[in-house]
C-alpha cells in the first residue's frame, strides 16, 4: 500500500485514497493526506462515511482496484468532491515495489526471519512449542 501510494503521489491531489477488495464488504485503506498516511482496512461503507466526514472540505482522488467495488457509495458519500481518474491505477508496478523492496534491503528495514503476508486482517502468530 505504502509503494502504491508513494508511486502515484502528486501535487495536485493532496488527499488521495487507496482502495482494495479485502472481502466480505471490507477493503484496504492507505489515505495519503498533505500532514499523514494511515494504512490499515475496515468495512468499506464505514470508511467511506466517515472520510466524507472528515475530508468535507476537500476534493479526494480515489485510487486502487477497490474503487470500482465501491463507486456507487463514493458518488454517494462524496458526491463532486470525488475524483476517479480514468483510468483508475489499480495497483503498484513491479517496478516500484522493486525499488521499495530493495531500499528496505539495504536499510535493513522491516527483515524478519518469517513471511507473512501484509495483506490478510489481523492473524496473531503463535510460536508452536518445542
Do not use: C, W
Request: proline share 7%; charged share 20%.
Amino acid at each position: 500500500m505504502k509503494a502504491f501510494l508513494a508511486e502515484f503521489n502528486s501535487p495536485l491531489f493532496p488527499y488521495t485514497i487507496a482502495l482494495f477488495n479485502a472481502f466480505n464488504k471490507d477493503v484496504y485503506f492507505g489515505i495519503k493526506t498533505p500532514t499523514s498516511e494511515e494504512i490499515g482496512y475496515k468495512n468499506g461503507e464505514q470508511l467511506l462515511i466517515e472520510l466524507s466526514k472528515q475530508l468535507n472540505q476537500h476534493q479526494v482522488r480515489f485510487i486502487g482496484s477497490g474503487t470500482k467495488l465501491l463507486h456507487p457509495l463514493l458518488v454517494t458519500y462524496f458526491k463532486d468532491r470525488a475524483y476517479i481518474p480514468d483510468p483508475i491505477p489499480m495497483s503498484a508496478s513491479i517496478e516500484q515495489i522493486g525499488r521499495v523492496g530493495l531500499s528496505q534491503f539495504l536499510t535493513q528495514q522491516g527483515v524478519t526471519r518469517q513471511l507473512n503476508p501484509l495483506y490478510l486482517k489481523k492473524i496473531e502468530y503463535q510460536k508452536a512449542p518445542r
